[in-house]
């Protein structure tokens, strides 16, 4: 075996090492829910900002843990940037256009993950979630 097939081969084992931990952390869950199952999904942000135009995102902190873990996600559009009240809290972040109208409408998200082989019941709940949000909308 060379030593790039050493390397990878021992990448492989330590991400398999990563999942599994994550896994039996998952299942933990079961002891906290008060149902005796584990968490059905994890309901995070997409990132610590809005959507960007187009070739302009780098930033993956939020997203690639589940592209090693091999966790499905599902992006879910919550709102959209109005840049009257919005355009102070996009220019926090490293990202910010010479105009506000850049970023209007621009979606913020979600994201809802679940476990390995689950992808139809992130689907599932992703539905769930977007009908909660729409009615949220249309409540007021």
Request: glycine share 8%; hydrophobic share 40%; with cysteine.
């Amino acid at each position: 075996m060379c030593r790039l097939q050493r390397t990878h081969y021992g990448n492989l084992t330590k991400r398999g090492d990563v999942q599994q931990a994550y896994l039996e952390h998952w299942l933990a869950t079961a002891g906290e829910t008060g149902t005796g199952r584990p968490v059905d999904a994890i309901i995070a942000p997409v990132a610590p900002f809005t959507a960007v135009p187009h070739g302009k995102y780098t930033y993956t902190g939020y997203i690639v843990a589940w592209n090693v873990l091999d966790f499905p996600a599902l992006l879910v559009p919550v709102s959209g940037v109005d840049p009257k009240l919005d355009f102070a809290d996009v220019c926090t972040f490293f990202l910010c256009a010479d105009e506000p109208e850049t970023f209007k409408n621009v979606p913020v998200g979600i994201q809802v993950v679940g476990r390995t082989q689950e992808d139809e019941a992130v689907t599932a709940i992703g539905e769930v979630v977007d009908s909660a949000l729409e009615a949220l909308r249309n409540s007021g």
